[in-house]
């Protein structure tokens, strides 16, 4: 590994600190290298906040060294004004020289604009470095943008003989397939995402809240899929706990569009059966994530049929996880 691409897999990693907080900006990671020794690094702040940028020069004691360091991010500084400044303006203003940035912004209101400005001001401006990591940490932002549609990840647990729900059951709540750590990581998911969509059937048949609640994290938004208006009002996902959007549309992509006009770029998709094949049959996904649990129901709701490229599989416990990646769209 070069010297910059160690400075730059650095970026990426205290980038990931702003998960499910950036939300709908990128989660930028910067690193500022003087004489081959990190002086200051930052992540993108909560939304409305600094940008990765300018946390990371904020972080340099001695500001008289910026002049002779090298900036490392993970995609191009931004050249618009937004909830903040321009940070490219930052960094020239600071007369940093060098700048090395994992991957150009696709968004139209920059798209080369930043380094345009960086170059246009003397800054040596390299780019590409680690750019396939850099657009794999960066999937939700560049599929908004490259998609016009959020980033989508599924997700549901099965039985070991393949059912999704029983037959039948008593009471207006789940039955739990998985382990407790496996749920407790589907809401660590779940605060990484920016909403979570189900189906109607879940809605009335579970009573879900779909929020955060055995993970530390924002709740994300509630989409459900009400296309017939039949929803009581006294279920959970009316409760104050997040926002709750219902929509009508019928087909994935419908419903994409709607969510692209809300500005949601990542959603997690819960069910139920009919929901996920949906999507799956539309090929409008990018991973799945698909735990097999230990239990059998003997007949019930059939589990979704994917067929993707399996990226890991691991046990928690007596769970089996496997997650899959949509091979038509890793084009992003």
Same mark, same amino acid.
């Given at each position: 590994m070069t010297v910059h691409q160690t400075y730059m897999q650095r970026a990426i990693q205290i980038a990931k600190n702003g998960m499910g907080t950036t939300r709908p900006n990128p989660m930028v990671g910067a690193v500022i290298v003087y004489n081959n020794k990190i002086i200051g690094e930052g992540f993108t702040s909560n939304y409305g906040g600094n940008h990765a940028e300018v946390n990371a020069i +904020?972080?340099? #004691?001695?500001?008289?060294?910026? !002049?002779?360091?090298?900036?490392?991010?993970?995609? !191009?500084?931004?050249?618009?004004?937004?909830?903040?400044?321009?940070c490219s303006d930052?960094?020239?203003h600071h007369n940093i020289p060098n700048v090395v940035i994992g991957c150009v912004d696709d968004n139209p209101e920059v798209a080369g604009k930043g380094i345009k400005k960086l170059m246009d001001a003397g800054c040596k401006v390299t780019v590409g470095i680690l750019e396939r990591e850099c657009k794999t940490h960066h999937k939700r932002f560049f599929t908004f943008h490259n998609k016009k549609r959020p980033y989508i990840i599924?997700?549901?647990?099965e039985t070991s003989d393949g059912f999704i729900a029983p037959?039948?059951?008593? !009471?207006?709540?789940?039955?739990? #397939?998985t382990n407790r750590l496996s749920r407790q990581l589907v809401h660590k998911w779940r605060a990484e995402e920016q909403a979570i969509l189900v189906g109607t059937n879940t809605v009335s048949q579970d009573n879900p809240s779909l929020t955060v609640r055995d993970w530390t994290g924002e709740n994300p938004i509630r989409v459900v899929l009400d296309k017939d208006e039949t929803l009581s009002k006294a279920l959970s996902i009316f409760n104050s706990e997040a926002e709750t959007i219902l929509l009508k549309e019928k087909s994935a992509k419908s419903i994409c569009d709607r969510l692209?006009?809300? +500005?949601? +770029?990542?959603?997690?998709?819960?069910?139920?059966?009919?929901?996920?094949?949906l999507f799956i049959n539309e090929e409008l996904w990018d991973e799945a994530k698909v735990f097999k649990g230990k239990i059998e129901f +003997?007949?019930?709701?059939?589990a979704p049929k994917i067929s993707g490229t399996l990226i890991t599989e691991e046990n928690i416990l007596d769970d089996t996880l496997r997650i899959y990646k949509n091979a038509n769209q890793l084009s992003t």
């Open positions: +904020n972080a340099v #004691i001695d500001k008289s060294l910026l !002049e002779k360091s090298t900036l490392y991010v993970t995609l !191009e500084p931004c050249s618009h004004y937004g909830k903040t400044p321009p930052l960094v020239i599924l997700k549901w647990a037959v039948s059951k008593d !009471e207006q709540k789940p039955v739990w #397939i692209y006009e809300r +500005n949601i +770029n990542s959603i997690i998709i819960e069910g139920g059966a009919n929901t996920l094949q +003997n007949g019930g709701v059939k």
